[in-house]
């Protein structure tokens, strides 16, 4: 399993220049139909939806989903309920060893790349608050950490393209949705 964690890793260097990567993390909000008795369960901002959280490799494929969560809790929130999060919180055996990146001393833990939903822990790197200072450091690796956290983006947006379905609300309840 650790060889394949590697092969994500690459992929990420390689591809979007962010090395230590294992995936990006997001939640995409469904639009559902009030489900009965919810009250406000359901409700992000002004409609009723459920949460699809995702991790996704390089190459746009998913490495993990949950469906299901109510609609007024955050990615983040969404996050502490899953088992990845538990799989991340017990030091995933099967993860990478920290290693020394090029022109380094120090060895950096591979990580996933979030928004800022998220809380930032030893295995989950968001980019810096506010605006960076045009060339410095910060605003470099922030460009890096977007420039790779949009893949999650990008995987939304192409399964509303093939799964039309997704653009307008669903006519059912959550766990039919689900």
């Known amino acids: 399993m650790e060889e394949e964690w590697l092969v994500v890793a690459n992929d990420f260097a390689e591809k979007w220049n962010v090395p230590n990567c294992l995936g990006t993390m997001d939640g ?9 008795g919810s009250g406000s369960n359901y409700i ?4 009723f939806s459920i949460v699809l959280f995702a991790v996704d490799d390089a190459n746009y494929d998913f490495l993990y989903a949950n469906v299901g969560s109510q609609g007024h809790i955050s990615d983040g929130g969404v996050f502490n309920q899953t088992c ?4 991340l919180d017990d030091c ?3 993860s990478p060893s920290d290693c020394v990146l090029p022109r380094r001393d120090t060895p950096i833990p591979y990580v996933f790349l979030t928004d800022g939903a998220f809380p930032l822990t030893r295995n989950i790197m968001k980019p810096y608050a506010r605006t960076q200072e045009k060339g410095s450091k910060t605003r470099i690796c922030n460009y890096r950490f ?11 947006g192409t399964m509303s ?5 997704l653009r307008r609300q669903l006519l059912m309840q959550p766990e039919t949705a689900e």
């Open 84 to 87: 990845f999060k538990r799989l």
């Open 146 to 156: 977007i420039r790779g956290r949009g893949i999650t983006e990008n995987v939304f």
């Open 92 to 94: 995933n055996p099967n």
């Open 44 to 47: 992000m901002y002004k409609f």
């Open 161 to 165: 393209v093939v799964f039309r379905f």
């Open 28 to 36: 995409k909000y469904i639009s559902v139909q009030a489900p009965i």
